[in-house]
Nanobody, 127 residues
Framework: VQLVESGGGLVQAGGSLRLSCAASGRTFSRYAMGWFRQAPGKEREFVAAIKRSGSNTVYADSVKGRFTISRDNAKNTVYLQMNNLKPEDTAVYYC?????????????????????WGQGTQVTVSS
């Protein structure tokens, strides 16, 4: 499985960005997908995740109400709509695919549940 993120960039505080993650393969609809981020000097942290059907999602408290994760299984793509961005959202954002095992929506909030990772896309929010 190959994952390619896009949509990052520089935005002012209060602005919006939409990240996309395109996945290879024919079984995308079977994967749970997640977004994580890593700021300089910090550990990679969970942002949002979505189960296979798209009906079940979970968010980190820091982004709840501002970010929305969605997926289009026909296009093998997962999205992260980010609104009301803050300087503390600045990080490299990674998408990840969870392809093995069956986990609850809470269990897929940790990095160790994911089998494949994209290369990341930089998001910078200026104050």
């Amino acid at each position: 499985v190959q994952l390619v993120e896009s949509g990052g960039g520089l935005v002012q505080a209060g602005g919006s960005l939409r990240l996309s993650c395109a996945a290879s393969g024919r079984t995308f609809s079977r994967y749970a997908m997640g977004w994580f981020r890593q700021a300089p000097g910090k550990e990679r942290e969970f942002v949002a995740a979505i189960k296979r059907s798209g009906s079940n999602t979970v968010y980190a408290d820091s982004v709840k109400g501002r970010f929305t994760i969605s997926r289009d299984n026909a296009k093998n793509t997962v999205y992260l709509q980010m609104n009301n961005l803050k300087p503390e959202d600045t990080a490299v954002y990674y998408c990840a695919a969870q392809t093995s095992g069956t986990y609850t929506i809470v269990e897929i909030t940790t990095t160790r549940r994911y089998d494949y990772w994209g290369q990341g896309t930089q998001v910078t929010v200026s104050s």
